[in-house]
């Protein structure tokens, strides 16, 4: 293990100097930047001119008819290449250690039929190109944020675009601390003596101080570089898993599996309470996923710079196959490989490992510390980099929305004078990104006491906040008669029940258990002994396994056990449907109270129109051809 821990030691150096390079690099262009900017200006030019000047990654500029026409700030080649890269970079976004770290223990103790949550997802890429993706991309560019549409939306109401904005952002900020707690796993796996809650800070630490300048970068050749050290390693696994094993042959591997049910790839009951089966993965698991990649705030801001609709909506999907490629990997190293390669001594449940969420990673590290020294250093280095320049990006990111999107529209006045020191606004971002950064690196620490992996949590919270979300862009882009009281109402309503639900499920026992039953029986023998435990208070399996009695956990109430044992998969269509007709009851309600009508927003109808689906995607597309055909 010490020239695994040598190579990490060597390659994390290396990266952070990259990385720091790159970051010092953009930071200094940045600046650069914005003084051209200025002083442009304040100088007396032509219409003409100054587009030449100030445009760098595309500006928006409004024709005599008011229509609104992207300019192209580069020559086709350069443009072009800029296009490849951001392609590149979104495709990259699966080097992460939320996956590699969640992916291959949920499966190991759920099975492959998790797979079916790639039908589910690749769903969820049909959705956002073709019902999201027509409508955001056609907004005035003034809109930069999916609040600020939902805003417009209903009348300018400003509490709307704060609840929205304040909503993503507390998924947002749980999705960034499960990669925080996913690098500090990798790293507790590679270096056993450093204390969980040691490398949480440490990690922690090292990405607040990133966030306070913007957050770190790299280079595209960097993150390609790291995707590829990560794909390398998982095959390499997989084939010295199959290759290698010291105990069954090649052609006695799937034979185990199958006979242990560990081949089963889709499920076919309609049981509530399962949490994948092929029913709720391609009915509800769609939803929240349509979200992500197409109203999430990185995501959103991504597509909604990049010059051409066609080019724009082909980069909501482009990184489908590489989203297949890998989950096919993961999911299948660990409910198939991983369960023949512990066959009979299971990690979690002999003690060898400290935390269920370390499963798949101390596979790989003892499969490729044998036959690969030094290139589980080098791999865990890479996840850990790229993680760690995502974390840093998105909390500086969640400081700038929360201040942006909650707290201007909010507190305007206050904000407005705030606005008018630079110096005391920096002061108070930067304050605000630090508190963000430790309340991240705390609630790190404290998801090491959940028994759910971290692919399990990071799916109820994509299930409980943004199938709301999307349900609420859905009422608000189909349908013209909701209004701001009818759609929050519901949105509130919805998402309390969501997260009551999501803490009974994640606090409380379960009617039945969802993982496969662990086996010790083998631990004693050879094979399993010469395995060394990352758990450093390891003595000796147990010679029985110990099922502690979950009755006290159950509520009494036996309506409310069977809530909380209810799959949150099925939150999205549960979402989905109570923002559409509760939406929709509760604007009529309020419309006939004040108007005595069926639309209280009568008046703003023409103004409305433009945040239509169907106006906005067929009718100013009529009238608009370039609109649809512009690249």
Known sequence: MYWEQIAFCVCVIGFIMLSSVKTIDKHRFNLRKKKVIQSLLKKSMSREDLIKQIAVSGIVVKAEDNTEVKIEPFDGKAHFSKYLKVVINYCMTFNSAILVVGSIAESYFLGVRIMGNIIGISIGYIYAALIVHPLMYGLESDIKTPYQYFERRFNNKKYVRAITAFAAMLFYFFFLTLYLWGCAVLLSTLIPQIPFWVSVILIGAYSIIGSTIGGFTQSTKTNVVQFCVLIAGLIIALVLTVTRHKIFEQSEIWQIAEQNNRTIFFDTSADFTTRYTILNQTLSIPLPWAYIHSLFLPNFIRYRNIPGKKRSQFLVISNFPFMAIINS????????????????????????????????????????????????????????????????????????????????????????????????????????????????????????????????????????????????????????????????????????????????????????SQDFPPDISECNNDYHSNMTALNIYFQAPPS?????????????????????????????????????????????????????SFDADQKHSEQRKQYLYFYKVFKMSTQNPDYVTQF
């Not at 290139?375 to 980099?385: K, L, N, P, R």
């Open 329 to 512: 990997f993961l999911f299948i190293s660990g409910g198939v490989l991983c369960f023949v390669y512990f066959y009979g001594c299971d990690p979690a449940s002999s003690g060898k490992i400290a935390n269920r969420n370390q499963l798949g990673t101390y596979w790989i590290l003892d499969v490729l510390s044998e036959h690969v020294p030094s290139y589980t250093g080098i791999m865990f280095a890479s996840i850990i980099a790229y993680s760690v320049v995502q974390h840093s990006l998105g909390i500086a990111l969640c400081g700038q929305t929360i201040l942006g999107e909650i707290l201007k529209p909010m507190l305007s006045e206050f904000i407005n004078f705030f606005d008018s020191n630079e110096k005391l606004v920096y002061q108070f971002k930067t304050m605000l990104t630090i508190i963000l950064g430790v309340l991240s690196t705390g609630l790190a620490i404290s998801l090491q006491y959940l028994r759910n992996t971290l692919l399990s949590l990071l799916l109820i919270s994509n299930n409980t906040i943004n199938a709301p979300l999307f349900g609420l862009y859905f009422i608000s882009a189909f349908n013209p008669y909701v209004n701001h009281v009818g759609a929050m109402l519901a949105f509130l309503s919805n998402l309390g029940i969501n997260l009551w639900l999501a803490f009974g499920t994640v606090l409380f026992s379960r009617l039945k």
């Open 544 to 596: 029985k396994l110990n099922v502690p009695s979950s009755d006290s956990f159950y509520p009494k109430n036996p309506a409310l056990a069977y809530l909380y044992s209810v799959a949150p998969i099925w939150y999205c269509m549960f979402s989905f449907l109570f923002m559409n007709i509760f939406g929709f009851l509760f604007s009529l309600a309020y419309s006939l109270l004040k108007t005595r």
